[in-house]
């Protein structure tokens, strides 16, 4: 009997678990351990403590990714993003990471991230024309020595 494929938008909930705790179980059988764990920075609203922006992301295997990374408007040019970021890389350090990824699209935030440090090191078009998704790296170290001033 084959196997039955099934092509989805809306997966059953439990689906990325089932493929992330086999796809997790076979790097743990290569490499020996488990290390990953997620990493959020929150951003709360200092009167109701509603989360109002942050970042999310995970370490794993020696590096820092960061998936998500949102900060509103209001608090922008504020130095909020620096903070945020400085404490995901010192965290990172703390858990014995030497690098992180990060992706991001070329109308939101790519000069910020080269500021910090991260460096481009692909770029892939896509919609709507002339946008494309920056992909950066940084080699982590001390993050105050890092973020350019």
């Known amino acids: 009997m084959d196997t039955i494929l099934e092509l989805s938008d809306a997966p059953e909930p439990e689906a990325e678990h089932i493929i992330s705790d086999a796809l997790n179980a076979f790097n743990d059988g290569v490499v020996g351990y ?53 404490m995901a890389e010192d965290e990172a350090l703390r858990r014995g990471c030497k690098s992180g990824v990060l992706m991001t699209i070329s109308f939101q ?21 002339g946008t494309s998704r920056v992909f950066l790296s940084k080699t982590l170290s001390s993050a105050a020595q890092t973020v350019a001033t």
């Open 34 to 86: 488990a290390d990953r764990r997620p990493l959020n920075v929150l951003a709360r609203d200092p009167e109701t403590g509603a989360i109002i922006g942050g970042i999310h992301g995970r370490t794993s295997l020696g590096m820092l990714f960061i998936n998500l990374v949102f900060v509103p408007e209001r608090l922008r040019g504020s130095g909020m993003g620096t903070r945020m970021m400085r």
């Open 109 to 129: 935030a790519p000069d910020f991230y080269q500021r910090l440090g991260w460096r481009t090191f692909g770029q892939v078009d896509c919609d709507p024309p």
